[in-house]
C-alpha cells in the first residue's frame, strides 16, 4: 500500500505567552512542531502500513525550514518525505494550499490514501483535506475516530459527528481526516533517528508539480485576510477568599443567578 | 466561480452537446457551430460528450465585476437532525436575514430523506425560499450527493453568499464546494458583515487557538462562503405570517452517485451530553487528583443543569474521558457559564473556553493562571468548597 500523510509545521501555542498589557500574542523565540494532530494521522498511516506492508510517505508544503517536521516524521517510522517549498507557494489560503498537496500526490502516483489530522491548531480551518479531497476527485473521511478496516479496495471507519457516530465504508483511493482517538503516536526510536539524520529529502517546488504561479500561494487564493485583531483581553475579576462555606455561598449566589434554574 | 466555456475551432456542430447540457445554454447556429448562451453554469458535463474534443472549460481567477455583479441572494445549507433542521441552521437563517437588511433573497437548502414540516418552520425562521432534495438515500449525511447537490444550486442558483454550520457536516462538505467551484471559503466564522462601501462580505474569525481574530474577504470569485460557529448567531424569533416559496429539486442519478456509504450510525448514549452544546460546563483539571472525585463534578453539574468537562491534563491521567476535553487538543465550548475547579489555566485549555460568557474558578494556587482572566475567582481547597456548594445550593432550593 502507498500511504501519504500531510503535516503541517505550526508554532509551538505552549510556548506562545500572551501580553498582558496590550493583549497581544508574543511570538519571538516560539518554537516550531509539527502539528500535534498531524502525529495521529501519521501514526494511523504507519500502522496499517505494519499491518498490510508498504510505504509511508511525508509530505509538507512550507518554507525551507519546514523540513525539521519531515525529519521529525521519519525518526518516528515514515519512510520517506518530500518538501513541497517554493517561493510561489507563499501566502496560500486552502484552496491554493490544497491545489498544491493534491498536485504533489498526483506526481507521487498510485498513491492509496492521504491521512490528515483533523485541523491544524494555527489556522484551525479544517478544510485542506476535504478540498485535496475534491482536487483528487477522490471521497473522503472527515473527523475520522477509528479506522476499522483497511483492504486494497475499501476503508471502513468511524465518523465522529455531534450526535453519535457515522460507520462508513469508501472505496479506495480516499483522503482521511483523523481525530486524536483514533490511536496514540508512538515515539521515535533510535534507528529512526539514526535514519532521519541521513535521509535526503527532496524538494519539489513549482515546476516540479506542473503548476503555474497563478493558481499558488497568495496569487491563487480566493481568500485574503484584510484585518487581524487581537480579541479583548480577559482581565481578571474579583478574587474571593475566606471559608469554605463563605466561598460556597457567594459561589451559588452567582451560579443561581446566572441561569442555573433547573 | 467565473470562467468561460471554449468552443474550438474543430467543432462540427454535431449537436452532441446541446443534448447533455443540464440548462439548455448550448445551441447550434447557422454556422454549424455550436454557441454557448450565459446561462452556462460551467458544470462541464458538455466536455466529455464532445467527439471531436472541442469543449474547454477555463476558470478564470479575478472575475471582472460584470461577472460578479451576476450572483445575488443568500443561501444557507440546512442541516437535519432527528428529522428536524438544527439549532444551527436557525441561527444562520438569523444571520441571512440580518445580512439581507430587507434586499437580498435568502434561500435555504435542505437535502433529507423525509422534510416533515421543516420547509414551513424554515420560512417562518426567515427564508424566502425553501429549496429540497429529497431521496431516500438522504437519511444520513455523505459528502459526495451533498456535494453534487450544492455545487448544483449554486451554479444554477448564482448566490453572491453560502452559509453552512462549522459542524461536522458544514466543515466536511464546504471545503469540497469550494474547491469544486474554484472560489474562497471561510471557515468557523463567528462575525459576518457587509462591507457598506464595497459591499464585499466580512468574514471575521478566531485564528492561532482564538487569540487572534482575522477578517477575510473573497473579493475576486463568487460565491463568497462561509462556516459559521454555531452558539455564536442569533436566530430569529418564529414569524408564523412569513410566506415563501418551496421548490423541489429533481434528484438526478448523478447527484445520488457515491463512493461511500454509511453503513450505520451509532446514536451517542441518551445519558451523554455534548459538551459543546450545554449553557454550564463544569471542568475538572489536575486538581481532581483522581477519577472518583469527578462525581463531586457530576453531583454539581447535575444540581445545575450543566454538564462535566476536564482539562488535557485530567483526562491524560485517565480520569475522564476524552470527548469531556476542553480546549486546543480537545473541544471549544462557550456556555453561559463555565466552572474551572482545579485548573491552572495554561493557554491550551484557554483558548478552548475563553469565549464562555462568564468564567468563575475555583483553585488552591492564588498565582494560577486561570485567576487573570476569570471573571470571579475563588481560592480555597476545591475538596472543601465544592461539596459545601452542592449543600448550599440543595438548601437554597429546599
Known sequence: MKFVVAVKQVPDTAEVRIDPERGTLIRDGVPSIMNPFDTYALEEAMKWRDELGGAVT??????????????????????????????????????????????????????????FGKQAIDGDTAQTGPSVAASLDWPQITFVGK???????????????????????????????????????????????????????????????????????????????????????????????????????????????EGGTS | ????????????????????????????????????SDDCTLCSICIDSCPFESLAIHHLFGGNKEELAKY???????????????????????????????EKEVSVLVITDDPHDAPEKLIHAGADKVIKAVHESFEQFS???????????????????????????GRDVMPRVSKSLDTGLTADCTELRIDSESGMLMQTRPAFGGNIMATIVCDRTRPQMS???????????????????????????????????????IPTAGDEVDITEAEIVISGGRGMKN??????????????????????????????????QVGQTGKTVQPKTYLAVGISGAV????????????????????????????????????????ALVKEIQKRRG
Request: charged share 20%.
Open chain 1, 58 to 115: 511525508v509530505i509538507t508544503m512550507g518554507p525551507p525550514q519546514a523540513e525539521s517536521v519531515l525529519r521529525e516524521a521519519i525518526s518516528m517510522g515514515a519512510d520517506d518525505a518530500i518538501l513541497i517549498s517554493d517561493r510561489a507557494f507563499a501566502g496560500a489560503d486552502t484552496w491554493a494550499t490544497s491545489h498544491t498537496l493534491a498536485a504533489a500526490v498526483n506526481e507521487l502516483g498510485d498513491v492509496d490514501a492521504v491521512f
Open chain 1, 147 to 257: 479506522v476499522r478496516e483497511l483492504s486494497s479496495k475499501f476503508i471502513t471507519a468511524e465518523r465522529y459527528v455531534e450526535t453519535g457516530t457515522q460507520v462508513v465504508q469508501a472505496e479506495l483511493p480516499v483522503v482521511l481526516t483523523i481525530l486524536k482517538d483514533a490511536n496514540v503516536p508512538r515515539v521515535p526510536s533510535l534507528r529512526g533517528k539514526m535514519k532521519s539524520r541521513k535521509a535526503q529529502i527532496p524538494v519539489w517546488g513549482l515546476s516540479d508539480l506542473g503548476l503555474t504561479g497563478d493558481e499558488t500561494g497568495l496569487n491563487g487564493s480566493p481568500t485574503k485576510v484584510v484585518v487581524t485583531a487581537t480579541p479583548d483581553p480577559r482581565t481578571g475579576g474579583q478574587i474571593h477568599q475566606g471559608s469554605a462555606e463563605e466561598l460556597a455561598s457567594k459561589l451559588a449566589d452567582l451560579l443561581l443567578e
Open chain 2, 1 to 36: 466561480m467565473s470562467g468561460f466555456l471554449e468552443i474550438k475551432d474543430s467543432c462540427t456542430g454535431c449537436g452532441i452537446c446541446v443534448k447533455t447540457c443540464p440548462v439548455q445554454a448550448l445551441s447550434i447556429n447557422e454556422m454549424k457551430r455550436a454557441v454557448v
Open chain 2, 291 to 324: 477519577p472518583e472525585n469527578f462525581a463531586l463534578l457530576h453531583d454539581l453539574a447535575h444540581l445545575l443543569g450543566g454538564t462535566v468537562g476536564a482539562s488535557r491534563a485530567a483526562v491524560d491521567n485517565g480520569w475522564i474521558e476524552y470527548p469531556r
Open chain 2, 72 to 102: 445575488s441572494g443568500i443561501l444557507v445549507l440546512c442541516e437535519m437532525r432527528n428529522g428536524l433542521p438544527d439549532r444551527s441552521t436557525y441561527e444562520l437563517l438569523g444571520e441571512a436575514r440580518k445580512l439581507s437588511a430587507g
Open chain 2, 227 to 265: 462556516t459559521v460557529r454555531p452558539g455564536v448567531m442569533k436566530p430569529m424569533e418564529p414569524d408564523t405570517s412569513r410566506t415563501g416559496e418551496v421548490v423541489d429539486l429533481e434528484v438526478t442519478a448523478e447527484m445520488v452517485k457515491n463512493r461511500s456509504k454509511v453503513l450505520e450510525f
Open chain 2, 143 to 169: 459528502t459526495e450527493p451533498w456535494n453534487s447537490i450544492l455545487t448544483h444550486v449554486i451554479r444554477v442558483g448564482k448566490p453572491e453568499i453560502v452559509l453552512a454550520a462549522a459542524t461536522t457536516t
Open chain 2, 348 to 387: 491550551q485549555h484557554r483558548v478552548g473556553m475563553q469565549s464562555s460568557d462568564v468564567i468563575y474558578a475555583v483553585n488552591k494556587d492564588m498565582d494560577a493562571n486561570i485567576f487573570q482572566f476569570c471573571t470571579e475567582g475563588f481560592v480555597g481547597d476545591l475538596f472543601e468548597i465544592v461539596p
